[in-house]
């Protein structure tokens, strides 16, 4: 398992977004990451290195919710995502959190695969939640694992 690490510094929310938006075309605004960080949200990478990509924790009692992860455009498809996730779901563990959810957008099926292969199962869904262009909408899938 890949080790990641639990950002405190060094988090530039402009760099995040811009590095987001060349990666996919929904991405946080560098305000959203700024709204996080001030938030205290948890933010880990992989061996320190946010230029790999980076996956966003809000805690809630016992639980977790994972808001945001996201691998760099240049660093897709080599299984980083999966070892990101992996890794981060273990340090959570760790830290005695018991469940981890999420919304993933019903048209991302890598997105799907990735949670699936890792324990996540469909627990809900959002009708219409995300915006999808030209006035469109597209239902959330909520999914939940036990860690």
């Known amino acids: 398992m890949s080790s990641v690490v ?3 510094e060094r988090i530039n929310p402009d760099w995040l977004s811009q590095q987001e938006s060349l990666a996919t075309p929904h991405f946080w ?7 996080s960080l001030a938030a205290g949200h ?3 990478a992989l061996h320190e290195a946010a230029e790999t990509g980076i996956a966003i924790i ?44 999420l919304e993933v957008r019903e048209s991302n099926q890598p997105a799907h695969k990735l949670y699936s292969s890792l324990g996540f199962t469909e627990c809900g869904r959002r009708k219409r939640y995300y915006p999808a262009g030209q006035g469109e909408r597209e239902d959330a899938i909520l999914m939940e694992a036990n860690l």
């Open 6 to 8: 639990q950002l405190t």
């Open 58 to 101: 809000m805690p809630v009692a016992g639980e977790a919710e994972l808001l945001n992860i996201f691998i760099a455009k240049d660093k897709q498809s080599q299984g980083l995502g999966k070892a990101l996730l992996q890794g981060t779901m273990h340090a959570l563990r760790l830290r005695g959190i018991s469940r981890l959810l």
């Open 29 to 35: 605004s560098s305000q959203q990451y700024g709204d």
């Open 42 to 44: 948890w933010f880990y």
